[in-house]
């Protein structure tokens, strides 16, 4: 069977998978969240020794958007043709993420977050340095889709730092003792709603550099060095 169908036939199982959690979403999970209530079930541990049909279904419901997207681009690059090498490296790291993404992994440090959030703004400035130092270089609609590119970054920038304080110091998401005593819900609720627009916008941006973007030696830069 050929790669391209190949691809179309890993996507539309990628789909069906996002199709499941959102119907699953919009439709049962109301009675799917109280029957995992009574099943009084909190880790990958208590899950897989109360496999029941309501726990089970949950299971793939909770599995079943982050499936669905890592099939959706194993379909592209199938699709696209790409190397064995890099559909294997693909493959297998999104095997270990799946693997990985709901064990428990470190306890509530304000330090850790600190930190990583603190590296996620600094690549943000490397990121817009080396869009100052290239744009002046492209032209068209390379220049064009860069500047697109860079307003999706500024919006998700902007949702990661509106993260850090519904998480942290500003309404204390990960400390509900702390946001109900102070009555920091509806800030969290404003910054949430914020978040959401951001991300929008930026998943927005980036859809239009993409789209923007010239193929092939229209992308190169006019003055090569």
Same mark, same amino acid.
């Given at each position: 069977?050929?790669?391209?169908?190949?691809?179309?036939?890993? #996507?539309?199982? *990628?789909?069906?998978? $996002? %199709?499941?959690? @959102?119907? =699953?979403?919009?439709?049962?999970?109301?009675?799917?969240?109280?029957?995992?209530?009574?099943?009084?079930?909190?880790?990958?541990?208590?899950?897989?020794?109360?496999?029941?049909?309501?726990?089970?279904?949950?299971?793939?419901?909770?599995?079943?958007?982050?499936?669905?997207?890592?099939?959706?681009?194993?379909?592209?690059?199938?699709?696209?043709?790409?190397?064995?090498?890099?559909?294997?490296?693909?493959?297998?790291?999104?095997?270990?993420?799946?693997?990985?993404?709901?064990?428990?992994?470190?306890?509530?440090?304000?330090?850790?977050? #600190?930190?990583? *959030?603190?590296?996620? $703004? %600094?690549?943000? @400035?490397? =990121?817009?340095?080396?869009?100052?130092?290239?744009?002046?270089?492209?032209?068209?609609?390379?220049?064009?889709?860069?500047?697109?590119?860079?307003?999706?970054?500024?919006?998700?920038?902007?949702?990661?730092?509106?993260?850090?304080?519904?998480?942290?110091?500003?309404?204390?998401?990960?400390?509900?003792?702390?946001?109900?005593?102070?009555?920091?819900?509806?800030?969290?609720?404003?910054?949430?709603?914020?978040?959401?627009?951001?991300?929008?916008?930026?998943?927005?941006?980036?859809?239009?550099?993409?789209?923007?973007?010239?193929?092939?030696?229209?992308?190169?830069?006019?003055?090569?060095?």
């Amino acid at each position: 069977m050929p790669r391209r169908r190949i691809g179309i036939s890993v #996507g539309l199982v *990628g789909v069906s998978f $996002l %199709v499941f959690y @959102l119907v =699953v979403r919009l439709v049962f999970m109301a009675q799917l969240d109280t029957a995992v209530e009574q099943a009084n079930v909190h880790s990958v541990g208590e899950v897989l020794a109360n496999l029941s049909p309501a726990v089970v279904v949950w299971l793939l419901w909770a599995y079943s958007f982050r499936a669905g997207m890592l099939l959706a681009i194993i379909a592209g690059g199938l699709y696209s043709g790409m190397g064995k090498v890099g559909l294997s490296l693909l493959c297998a790291g999104g095997a270990a993420y799946l693997a990985t993404c709901y064990l428990p992994f470190v306890e509530y440090s304000p330090r850790y977050y #600190g930190v990583l *959030g603190t590296g996620i $703004l %600094v690549l943000f @400035l490397f =990121v817009v340095w080396d869009w100052a130092r290239r744009r002046s270089g492209l032209g068209g609609s390379a220049r064009i889709a860069s500047d697109f590119r860079m307003a999706g970054h500024f919006f998700l920038v902007m949702a990661t730092w509106s993260l850090c304080g519904i998480f942290g110091i500003a309404t204390y998401a990960l400390q509900p003792e702390i946001m109900l005593a102070r009555g920091l819900q509806p800030a969290a609720v404003m910054l949430t709603s914020h978040v959401m627009v951001e991300l929008t916008l930026g998943w927005f941006f980036l859809f239009f550099a993409s789209r923007k973007e010239p193929l092939g030696a229209a992308a190169v830069m006019r003055n090569t060095p």
